[in-house]
Structures are given as C-alpha cells and as structure tokens.
C-alpha cells in the first residue's frame, strides 16, 4: 500500500492496472479503484469523455438541535 502520494495518472490493460505517482514511484495491481473524488484526475486519465457536467439539480440541507 502507498499513502500520502499524489497520483498523476494510470493505466489499465487486461493483465494489470498502474498507478504513477508525482515522485516518479508506480504501483501495481489487478485493477485501479478511483476514489480521488469528483474531479478525479485518474478517471479523466482512463476515460477522458465524458466530463462531469451541471445537471441543474439543486440540493437543499438544514440542520438543527433535535432533543
Ligand atoms: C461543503 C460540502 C458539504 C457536503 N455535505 C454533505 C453532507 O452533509 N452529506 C453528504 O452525504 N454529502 C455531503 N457532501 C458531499 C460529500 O462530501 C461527497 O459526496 C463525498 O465526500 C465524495 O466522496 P469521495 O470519496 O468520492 O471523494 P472525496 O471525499 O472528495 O475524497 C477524495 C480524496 O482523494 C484525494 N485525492 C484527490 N486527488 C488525488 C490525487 N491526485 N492523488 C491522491 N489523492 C487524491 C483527496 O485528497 C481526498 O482525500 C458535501 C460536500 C461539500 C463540498
């Protein structure tokens, strides 16, 4: 396992996936699981289209004391 890297981009062929990091180290694996959140950088470097995109869906939220 790799932690506190910065992930550049990857590849995925059907044998393995690798994941390049901004040190210039590399993993590898049987498959790449992208969880870099909504402007995944690995997402874009694996399936650059298409793009996320406003949906014009608004979501409202409140909180309050509940005793
Ligand atoms: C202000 C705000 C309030 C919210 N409130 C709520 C709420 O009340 N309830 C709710 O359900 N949702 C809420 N959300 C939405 C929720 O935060 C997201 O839907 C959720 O965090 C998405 O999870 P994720 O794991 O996909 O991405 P993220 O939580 O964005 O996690 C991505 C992780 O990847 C890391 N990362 C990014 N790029 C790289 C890289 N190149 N290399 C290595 N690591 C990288 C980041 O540092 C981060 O740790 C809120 C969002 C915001 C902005």
């Not at 210039?24 to 470097?45: E, M, P």
Request: aromatic share 8%; proline share 4%; net charge negative.
């Amino acid at each position: 396992m790799e932690t506190s890297k910065k992930a550049l981009n990857a590849e995925q062929n059907e044998q393995e996936g690798t994941l390049y990091f901004e040190d210039g180290t590399s993993a590898k694996g049987d498959y790449i699981i992208a969880t870099d959140g909504i402007h995944s950088r690995i997402r874009k470097s694996l399936i650059p289209e298409p793009v996320p995109r406003y949906a014009g869906y608004t979501c409202w939220r409140g909180i309050i004391n509940h005793h």
